[in-house]
């Protein structure tokens, strides 16, 4: 229903997991190996700072104009998960860094 | 024991590659990711255009992994059975097997088998796989005791010594093991070492033991480590 989707996309920030093929991540690799991707999802209302109300204070008084300025937090990996090992589909081994989130945040 | 075979069932699975299943179940489980990648990528590590990586370095990563990963992990890996070539050279592929394995040339097996025994460890490992492997014609699996747990035990142990075995090639009709070593220039200890090689490469009781498990038919093995 309406409800519940709403109510899912306002679930607070949080790791999430998706059994993908190493294909799937895109990174060039063809493999058929499955890994498990954690990623950050959600929202981060409760997360507003002082700083983000004053930084959005400066911009509406025209204080900042030109700049790239976020003025709300964001949900991001606060740390990566270990390195993830897979063999290709030409047999060689290959090894990703920081491929998956281990902790989430707002930011 | 179900969960480990489930998704095994070969009327089901034309396509299905089982080395590839065992992949996944260690990339799903956090020690098994974390150990196999840190043996993978220490031995795929280049030193040098000289030196394509550290067999020091990379016998001890594997030697970590089995130590530490659960059979249900590692057997699975190693014994995966395999119905293409694709599946069986993942499966030979799964030590690493250019660092861990394969030499510019080959020794002589009863030397290597002296340098086994100079260690305490690898001297060990391979007393108990000589004991737990022996084919034997008193058993109808050829293994002693019936016991093809033992046998697949004690041929995971010797992973990451100088007695490293493997198999020979991606074949998926026959399995051969060996460790990298000939008999060439034996001397007059050419049928020790004959006798020496063979228990690897001709052992009824250890390719009934890898094909059992392969197969699931083999309803005692439950490994716990």
Known sequence: ?107 | LASIFSGMDPATTSKSNHCLDAAKACNLNDNCKRLRSAYISTCNRELSAAEPCSRRKCHKALRQFFDRVPGEFTFRLLFCSCKDPACAERRRQTIVPFCSYEDKDKPNCLDLRGACRADHLCRSRLADFHTNCQATFQSLTGCPGDNFQACLGSYVGLIGFDITPNYVDASTTSITISPWCSCKGSGNMEEECEKFLRDFTENPCLRNAIQAFGNGTDINVSPKN
């Open chain 1, 1 to 107: 229903s309406r409800r519940k989707r709403a109510r899912a996309r306002h679930k607070p920030c949080e790791l999430r997991e998706l059994e993908v093929s190493v294909s799937e991540l895109g990174l060039g690799y063809k493999s058929d190996e499955t890994v498990l991707f954690r990623y950050c999802s959600g929202t981060c209302e409760a997360a507003v700072r002082s700083y983000d109300l004053s930084l959005k204070s400066m911009r509406s008084r025209r204080k900042i104009r030109k700049e790239k300025v976020r003025a709300r937090p964001c949900c991001r990996p606060l740390a990566y998960d270990d390195d993830v090992s897979f063999l290709d589909a030409y047999n060689r081994y290959y090894t990703v860094n920081e491929l998956s989130a281990k902790e989430c945040g707002c930011v």
